[in-house]
């Protein structure tokens, strides 16, 4: 798939609950941030700090209370074509094979079912489910239905593909196995990817960038502290042993670097 150079523009972005008669309640202030097409930007922080706002304002789910929020220079103002969103508990239709659940938004779009199911199976592939496509959702594990929760969101063939820790709810060995899976997709795809971790290591593994996210002094509204730029990742997809990198003296360096940034406040 070929997609064309696109942006995604958080700009000094503010959102507030509103309290009802408790009034409202700042949950993020004065964000801005850029993804483009290419890049794998992670987000990490304390619970609390607005991660999954600051996506769900990415993705159209929720309007900022100030600022703007921009896909390729035109507002956002809702859900739509160019950005999917891959959520922790998969949302796939139990009724509906692997394959039709992959083809959904191919349905939706009109696409013929033969070619529907043709490119269903292609992206079930890409994923590592080749042949999977008859298997109903019930009986996959966690990890394969991750797998095809991630080729439907492709389906849509969006510029932006956004995650809200996707791989939270899987052991520790599938975990790893999909981390190595979702940078090979994202990289083969090439699209933008935003996702939303509380693996510090995941981040480093996945990331071109990794931005580092605080609440404010007493429990008040996110920001973002840090920018750090890795590439972990495209060295692996270079060549290099995913178990050497993560082993490496660097990686485990710039591990406890972003520890440091992740809990600054609470130990000064």
Partial sequence: MTVQASELVLDDVAFHYDGGGQGTRPVLEGISLSLSAGEFVVAIGRSGCGKTTLLNLAAGFLSPTRGRVLLNGSPVDGPGKGRAVVFQEDALFPWLSARENVAFALR????????RARRADRLLAQVGLDGAGDKPIWALSGGMR?????????????????????LGALDAMTRERMQELLLRVWSASGTGAFLITHGVEEALFLATRIIVMEPGMGGGPGRIVRDNRFDFGRRVLAGESPRAVKSGADFIAARERLLDQVFARETS
Avoid at 152 to 160: G, I, Q, S, V, Y
């Fill in 146 to 166: 991750q797998r095809v929760g991630l080729a439907r969101a492709l389906a849509a063939e969006p510029a932006f593909l956004l995650m809200d820790e996707p």
């Fill in 108 to 115: 939706l779009r009109g696409t013929g079912a033969a070619e």
